[in-house]
């Protein structure tokens, strides 16, 4: 099947690379001329396990290539995927106009029937503004051309992108017409065929399965981060507590880590988002509202613990671990690192920083700060002369340091584990003064 994919970010690059993989032959389109030159030599433009192989596999292959030319891409697909950004506005809403712009070069472009799928996330009702435009944009061109629109929301979690991608939990399909649910079954033949479950459903109902499951998710990390911060008071731990909610299998393990508050592309955006689609349809979602707010107060609390236990943070020298909101990504979209970073540095703290992927785009994320940050080699080059440790995000490299060349390195003993990585280890408290989040 020949297939397009517009936007070759974190979805729409893992998914037109891995749909290669399937069999097809695909191109994918972006704006950004220098993303394209990268693909096409085989180099990835953002950092996902596995993604590199595959992407230069598929390009020897001839099944993949990806172009500026959307013209091009849109006349030679029977099926386009849309990949492109759904940011967030001032007030929470999503920033349509990127979906909207390639649905009107669809409309312009298209030479014959296709199947247009939405893959960004986007409020419930914007399968139908897709259609709108491009049945204007035929209006426009004074012909008539059939095609569907499908609505196939993505659930990749980034640093696992190209795995998910291959092996997903559930694949669904918001459709209107049988040939689309065909076409669409045509496109993921190995996974239907391998039994991956799939969800044919109405193209809202797709729509907000994609925001309803990211709110949960995000509900259950503010659940467990304020019952943390309960647990300090109490004397509990909330890594036990967890575990012990996580046995029953209605609950599930699953999101229920605390930490210094989720971050990413998605949370943050996608809860802000579904208040703001629920508002507009007179509803005031109270449990969504919770969740952001709990968040808000988590970044806060952590960072008001690292001063309190510090007292005054000037010119003291704060280290940090892990810059990306996860391990295995180099996204900082929303991180905590963006909220914890430049409040350090308003105290007065001088800060030195290292992250496994996520260096180049902290450099220009915290452009106006680079003067007050050092950006270190390795976790070890942070510790030097440090008088705190704070680990943000918890990378591999970061569960397997020697602690006591780390604390031989530090001028300090403080070490804020945010990710509650070191909690269990005797030997790695006795050396610090050991800080987790509700432990
Ligand atoms: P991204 O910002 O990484 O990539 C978007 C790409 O689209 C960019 O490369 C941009 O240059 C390109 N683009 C914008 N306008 C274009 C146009 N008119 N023509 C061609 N290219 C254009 O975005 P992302 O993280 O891949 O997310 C894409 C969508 O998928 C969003 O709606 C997001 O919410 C959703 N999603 C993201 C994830 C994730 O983990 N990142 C997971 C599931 C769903």
Redesign the pocket.
């Known amino acids: 099947m020949n297939i397009s994919v ?9 998914g037109g690379v891995v749909l290669s993989e399937f069999g097809h032959n695909v191109i994918c ?4 001329a220098e ?1 394209v030159k990268k693909i096409n030599l085989g180099k990835s ?2 950092y996902e396990p596995g993604l590199s192989e595959l992407l230069i596999k598929n390009l020897n292959a001839k099944r993949f290539s990806a172009t ?1 030319d ?1 013209e091009f891409a849109i006349r030679q697909a029977e099926v386009i995927f849309i ?5 967030p506005q001032e007030d929470g809403s ?1 920033d349509l106009q ?2 909207f ?2 649905a009107k ?1 669809i409309g312009r472009y298209m030479n014959e029937y296709k199947v247009i799928v939405d ?4 409020p419930i009702g914007t399968g139908q503004s897709v259609k709108n435009i491009i049945k204007d944009e035929l209006k426009k061109r004074e012909i008539y051309i059939s095609f569907d629109v499908v609505s196939n ?6 640093g696992k ?1 190209v795995f998910d991608f291959m092996h997903p939990d559930r694949i669904v399909i918001g459709f209107e017409s049988d040939f689309s649910k065909e076409k669409m079954k045509e496109v993921y033949q190995g996974l239907y065929i391998n039994k991956t479950p799939f969800l044919f459903c109405n193209i809202e109902t797709a729509e907000l399965v ?1 925001y309803a499951s ?1 709110a949960f998710l995000a509900t259950k990390i503010s659940f467990i981060n304020e019952l943390a911060i309960l647990s300090e008071s109490v004397g509990a731990n909330i890594k036990d507590v967890a575990t012990g909610m996580g046995m029953d299998g209605r609950i599930s393990p699953k999101f229920l880590h605390a930490g210094p508050g989720y971050g ?3 949370f943050p ?2 809860t802000k988002a579904l208040y703001d689609i629920g508002m507009k349809n007179n509803l005031e979602l109270l449990v969504v509202k919770s969740a952001m707010d709990a968040n808000e107060n988590q970044k806060k609390y952590v960072f008001e613990k690292i001063k309190r236990e510090l007292g005054l943070l000037k010119n003291l020298k704060v280290g940090v671990l892990g810059l990306s909101f996860k391990p295995d990504t180099d ?1 900082l ?1 929303d991180a905590p690192s963006l909220y914890l970073v430049p409040r350090l540095i308003d105290e007065g703290a001088v800060v030195k920083v290292f992250c496994p992927e996520g260096m180049s785009e902290a450099r220009w994320r915290f452009e106006e700060l680079n003067s007050s940050i050092t950006y270190c080699e390795n976790e070890y080059e942070v510790a030097i002369d440090s008088d705190a440790l704070v680990i943000l995000t918890e990378w591999n490299q970061f569960r397997i340091m020697d602690m006591k060349k780390i604390r031989s390195l530090m001028k300090g003993n403080f070490l804020f584990d945010l990710r509650n990585i070191y909690t269990d280890n005797k030997d790695v408290r006795a050396l610090f003064k050991y800080f987790g989040v509700g432990v």
């Open positions: 517009i936007g070759t970010g974190y979805v729409g690059l893992v389109v972006d704006i950004d993303k433009p953002i500026t959307i990949a492109v950004g759904t940011p999503a990127y979906v712009n390639v070069s893959k960004s996330t986007v929301p993505e659930f990749l979690r980034e992108a994609k990211n990413g592309s998605c955006k996608d996204d979209r």
